[in-house]
């Protein structure tokens, strides 16, 4: 089975999440350029599957680097941005069962699990 193209993915997670950025919910249109932010990070053993993909504009995606989604999400709250958690812990979710549908991806497994239980926890204290 072909695995769709960077730009096909951007495309289906722009589609899949809407038209605003993950991280800091400014509109991504002609002005604020879409790109691919792999949620669990490359380095992390994040795979390059729309599962672990969201769209997020330029200046959020250059910013995060490779920390985690957790720490990101954070960091964006501080600077008075609003991030979009639902989504993100959706994302999160789906990629959790994308692995355990289609195997592999131990490297990221620890990472995933763990942004899902810190997440998991800041929804149970907001409650």
Do not use: F, Y
Not at 106 to 125: I, Y
Request: proline share 5%; net charge positive; charged share 35%.
């Amino acid at each position: 089975m072909r695995q769709p193209g960077r730009a096909e993915r951007l495309a289906a997670a722009h589609t899949r999440d809407g038209a605003t950025c993950l991280w800091c919910a400014r509109p991504l249109d002609d002005r604020v350029v879409a790109t691919t932010d792999h949620v669990i990070p490359r380095v992390q053993g994040g795979p390059s599957w729309l599962e672990n993909e969201v769209a997020a504009c330029r200046r959020c995606n250059g910013a995060r680097g490779h920390r985690g989604a957790v720490d990101w999400l954070e960091e964006c709250e501080r600077r008075g941005w609003t991030p979009d958690v639902e989504r993100l812990a959706r994302v999160l979710d789906d990629l959790a069962e994308a692995i355990r549908v289609r195997g592999g991806q131990r490297r990221a497994r620890p990472h995933l699990d763990a942004q899902r239980r810190r997440l998991a926890k800041r929804l149970d204290e907001a409650a």
